[in-house]
């Protein structure tokens, strides 16, 4: 494991969760803008990870989502739903249609790492970076990439020029 990996890591984890739950940031334009640069940098630290030691099971209560969700919905209100498909590999140009929620995709990342944070803290980032990547490459890689996709479009639909 790379030395620098370990705090970068999880001072990104830190400063993600912070910005994305705490409702006194008043610059939408500024959280929004650094919430996707943060999880920008998160990717790029978790594919520099290698854990040194064995897994072990720990019980780690994970956030109330209900309640998380209801902070992200009032810190995000400009992000909401989008359309995806259900097959990106398969059935191309023909696929069916579904409805994604930015929301959503950000409350699962955001409680995610509130799991893993409080894995570091008591049990140690060996431990959890295996949450981190167990979480990262087999539940919310997709929900990131979706939510980035939104944005860009959202973006790009507010900076039209108007005809």
């Known amino acids: 494991m ?3 990996a370990q705090p970068a890591a999880l001072a990104t984890i830190e400063e993600l969760v912070t910005l994305a739950t ?3 940031e008043s610059d939408q334009d500024y959280v929004e803008a650094r919430v996707l640069q943060l999880l920008d940098q998160l990717v790029l630290d ?3 990870l ?3 030691s064995d897994f072990q099971e720990h019980s780690i209560e994970a956030p109330d989502a209900r309640a998380l969700r209801s902070i ?7 992000w909401g739903q989008y359309n995806t498909v259900m097959t990106v ?3 191309v140009g023909d696929a069916e ?3 994604g929620h930015a929301q959503d995709d950000l409350t699962d990342i955001i409680g995610e790492l509130m799991v893993v944070r409080q894995a570091a803290t008591h049990h140690g980032w060996e431990q959890a970076q295996w949450l981190l990547l167990d979480g990262y490459y087999n539940f919310w890689r997709g929900p990131l990439r979706s939510l980035q996709l939104f944005v860009h479009y959202l973006e790009l639909e507010q900076n039209a020029p108007e005809e």
Do not use: H, Y
């Open 50 to 52: 290698v854990p040194a």
């Open 2 to 4: 790379s030395e620098t």
């Open 72 to 78: 992200i919905a009032e810190r995000f209100p400009r």
């Open 89 to 91: 590999t398969e059935d």
């Open 46 to 48: 978790v594919r520099r």
């Open 97 to 99: 249609l579904a409805i």
């Open 22 to 24: 705490n409702l006194g």
